[in-house]
């Protein structure tokens, strides 16, 4: 995983230098700026149709119908013993959730990332999905603003407890999860 998306009001500097910028997306109020990115894809519409990795895709989780039926019945269909932190991350069971926003939402959630699949109810797994679509929606409102609770602060204190927030890699991909142990248990 590489690169980096950042989400900026129309003439508001970006935190990256315009040399990196590998994709921008205007519109009249907000630019879209992907930083560093290793592949570039473009397709026509009626070709997304037959890609094969589109059609893989779980639903998306931003989407205003967003099918709270499908994305169980794919989290069940799934490897049960998989953390659902790193659940969260496969775009097979829902689309778009990333490693900030998995952190972030299990927190929100009082979640343990690392807890199996199976053993989150179907009401917890909801939970953590829609707080995930809340904080990312909040954060397209306000262009990332808010602070993160537990995401890149292992080792400090959690806002909520004071317990130190952990980290690790998660899944096959080793991707780091944040955490309170205390808060997530």
Known sequence: ????????????????????????????????????????????????????????????????????????RRLREDDPTRGIGDALLDQRNVAGIGNLWKAEACFAARLDPWRCASEVSDGEALEVVRAARSTMRRSLEDGLRTKPSVYGRAGLPCRRCDTLVLARGQGEQARTTFWCPACQS
């Open 1 to 72: 995983m590489t690169g980096k998306w950042g989400v900026y009001r129309r003439g508001e500097r970006w935190r990256r230098s315009a040399r990196r910028a590998w994709l921008v997306i205007r519109t009249d109020t907000h630019e879209v700026v992907q930083f560093d990115g290793p592949v570039l894809e473009l397709m026509a519409d009626s070709r997304t149709r037959f890609d094969q990795r589109l059609a893989a895709l779980g639903p998306d989780v931003l989407a205003d119908d967003f099918d709270e039926g499908a994305f169980l």
